[in-house]
Structure formats: structure tokens, C-alpha cells
């Protein structure tokens, strides 16, 4: 189990991942969509590093209550960024109609990797439920984001375009 275990821990993402060129690759039309989750996932990244460095909880094996299975610094915990990288691909991909039949496999993946982070000692459970919470306020972000460019930008831009038609916007 252990093995398995390790195997989650260190290679769970590039699954996930995978799941998402997999997804691009079968569902060309969904590509933007999918880039722009990948964009989103970096600043969850980003969030989640932030947070734990502010909140400084330290991780299992550095309080000597678990060995480090894996290799892994001492940085702090909470929240997990796996589990808050792996748990937002699997919201964004729920929440969009073309992509929702992959979600299921990216959902399992986030609480394998989760599982299998705490069994090697990297990991409370409540780093990776903390990584969930924080996964979903940036998908709540992430939907907001988009209703803003549905309704804001996107109509600006037409009305630029409108404006700027092949006799308009030239001297005379």
C-alpha cells in the first residue's frame, strides 16, 4: 500500500494533467475553456502556497508524528496546493456542460492524491479539506470571472468592432 501510496503522492498531478490533455485533445471546442482553467489553476497554486505561508502549519513528518515517505521540504501545510489544484480542475470541469463527463475521474484523482499525501506523512486530512474549500472559492472566482467577460467584455468588443467598420474610424 505504501508504494501506491507514494506513487499518488508524487504523481497524482500529472494525472490530472493528463486528464486535461486528454479532455483537449477529445473535445477540441473546449480548449479555451480548458486553458483558461489551467490559467485559473496557477493562481490557486499561488493562493494556496500564500495561505499556507501565512497560516505556517507544519506538516506531519517535520512534528515528528509521521515518517516522510516521500521526499518533501519542510514548507508549511495548509491548505494543500494538490488538493487545491486537483479539486478546482475537477469544479471547473463539472461546472462547464461539455467537459462535465471528465469530472468524475478528476475528482477521484484529487481525493486518491489526497488519501495517498496523508498515508506519506506530507499531509493532515485537514490540509487537504482545506485545499477543497479553497479550490471551491476559486471556482466561485473562476464562474464569476467568466459571467463578468459573458456580460462585459465580450458585448464592449462587439461594440468596438461595430463601430469600426470598413468606411468608419478612417480620415478623410
Excluded at 486528464?19 to 473535445?27: H, I, K, T
Excluded at 515528528?64 to 501545510?77: C, M, N
Excluded at 479539486?87 to 469530472?103: E, K, S
Aim: proline share 7%; charged share 10%; net charge positive.
Amino acid at each position: 500500500l505504501l508504494s501506491i501510496a507514494s506513487a499518488l503522492a508524487e504523481g497524482g498531478a500529472w494525472l490530472c494533467a493528463a486528464l486535461m490533455g486528454w479532455a483537449a485533445w477529445r473535445q477540441p471546442r473546449e480548449r479555451g475553456y480548458l486553458l483558461a482553467a489551467l490559467a485559473m489553476a496557477g493562481v490557486a497554486s499561488f493562493l494556496a502556497h500564500w495561505l499556507a505561508d501565512g497560516i505556517g502549519l507544519p506538516r506531519p513528518f517535520v512534528l515528528g508524528l509521521a515518517p516522510a515517505h516521500i521526499a518533501h521540504g519542510p514548507s508549511a501545510a495548509m491548505p494543500s496546493t494538490h488538493a487545491t489544484v486537483m479539486f478546482f480542475i475537477a469544479l471547473a470541469l463539472a461546472a462547464h456542460p461539455g467537459l462535465r463527463r471528465w469530472a468524475p475521474a478528476a475528482a477521484l484523482l484529487a481525493l486518491a492524491t489526497g488519501w495517498a499525501r496523508v498515508y506519506v506523512g506530507v499531509h493532515f486530512p485537514s490540509d487537504i479539506a482545506a485545499g477543497l474549500v479553497l479550490a471551491m472559492a476559486v471556482q466561485g472566482l473562476f464562474m464569476a470571472l467568466q459571467w463578468l467577460a459573458m456580460r462585459r467584455v465580450a458585448p464592449a468588443f462587439a461594440r468596438i468592432q461595430q463601430g469600426a467598420g470598413p468606411t468608419q474610424g478612417r480620415a478623410p
